[in-house]
């Protein structure tokens, strides 16, 4: 891809639509609308990821309006374009999850296609669910033409005889009414109440967590990932993020400029004070890879063991994305951690300004609830961070294990009980086959095997939902939701497909997870292990043509964050 200096900000449009022999390409953009003076304008592409098939980004349609009047007002020709969307709540549980982690490769390959086709200056993005921003920054990082990008924000709360609740929770209530422990009325009941309206899952879930990090890596305005989907202050924002992309574009700040290590070291400290969800590992993994910059997963491990847990946000804390709105938003969390001397403060973000300039000059409102929805870094939730990278025998790549207890520890020792394929165990739960002092192990649901690496949060939440909190653990080289609560581990690598050890676990072998020393043994002698691989198998693919067919043959190891690129060259 070509790159353009400060001095012409045209550079790259001026190909598409200068002079006499491009009369034929001003011609189908005079078909759409475009006049003489846009043409003089740097033309900037708006990638609109509007759809009906989720609440979460069924509104994004008005937001990206206010994003292009800012880049009209501004001086700038918007061009509107789409990507999709796949809507994880809407495709958990059943065979179509398997097109989740493929959509965000879709959205970065649709991104990345279209700017580089049309010849656009620069870019703003507009995304809500879960891989959404994930795809956007990944586009972003390939193109590097200067990008901001803006998050299309969170639903509000639902209210069930007077709590506060989310799609969550339906999930949990699947279980609970499985067990017995839920009436079809309740169920129904909550059904009906628990999504009111636009935005996104309301914890914080992947798409939140993402929408916090992209603050915290500079690509966003900061400020604006915490307003509701449906707040009136958005519209605001969305319109001074069309007027900032034309600065962006006139300083020549580009994203690698903006992701650097510095910027993936902050994301990191971030996801960890807040305990989001484990999903921005492989998130940030991915687009770390796409910006070339050198990350691994014992940066996690190591930044998240320096970080005191401080969020006290769903699903393992109290608190909704609202309600951090509410007391200030991302700039909150920022604050607290510059304040502890806990960030880079010195990372460029799309202002041109530092993180730290950013943040101090972001004003906080007073609300002593603050201190209940993010902790103080002296009074901390936890000492260290919630996100773990294990390793052992069963993943000697690396595993990911969130911390969702109170205690801020994992020490779990149990039976494997072995399932190829989520259906299996999510049958097998339901009917109760699950006791206590269990570890689930879902295999052939890692990148290749599935493919896709499916999120287990039906299984999860039934589990949870069968009153089994902590005294029933699950490992998988499939991933779980950013919902997931419970001693779960994920992310196993090397995974089953391509001969990862979770392939040879046997009903009845012992298996340890243990958050302090990193742990995730199955307590099998290597011998036997030798033996069990010389039998060894790989299932037949499920799928043999079609995306999922291809994608499959791309994916990288979970521990690489599952980026799809040509390995082998
Ligand atoms: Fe879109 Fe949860 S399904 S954010």
Redesign the pocket.
Known sequence: MDHHSSSDVRARSRVTVDGPERAPHRSMYRATGLTDQDFRQPFIGVANLATEV?P?NFHLHQVTREVKAGVREAGGTPIEFPAITV????AMGHQGMKGSLISREIIADSIEIVTFAEGFDALVAVG???KNLPGILMAAARLNVPTVVLYGGTMMPGQFRGKSVS?EDVFEAVGAHAAGRMSDEELDELERVACPGPG??GGL???NTMGTLVETLGMAKLGTSAIPAMHPERQVAARQVGKQILDTLAQGIRPRDVLTVKAFENAIRVAAALGGSTNSVLHLMAIAGEAKVPLTLEDFDRISRETPHIGNLKPGGEYLMADLFRVGGVPLILRRLLDAGLLHEDALTITGRTLGEEIREFPLPDDPEAERVVYPVAKPLHPDGALVILKGNLASEGAVLKITDPSGKVSFRGRARVFDGEENAFHAISQGEIQSGDVVVIRYEGPQGGPGMREMLSVTAAIVGQGHVSDVAMVTDGRFSGATRGPMVGHVSPEAWVGGVIALVEDGDEIIIDSERRQLTVNVPDEELERRRARWVRPDPQYTEGALAKYQRLFASASLGARTTIWDS
């Open positions: 989720t979460c809507s994880d709540a809407i809500g669910c879960d799609v996104t899952c879930f992947t798409a």
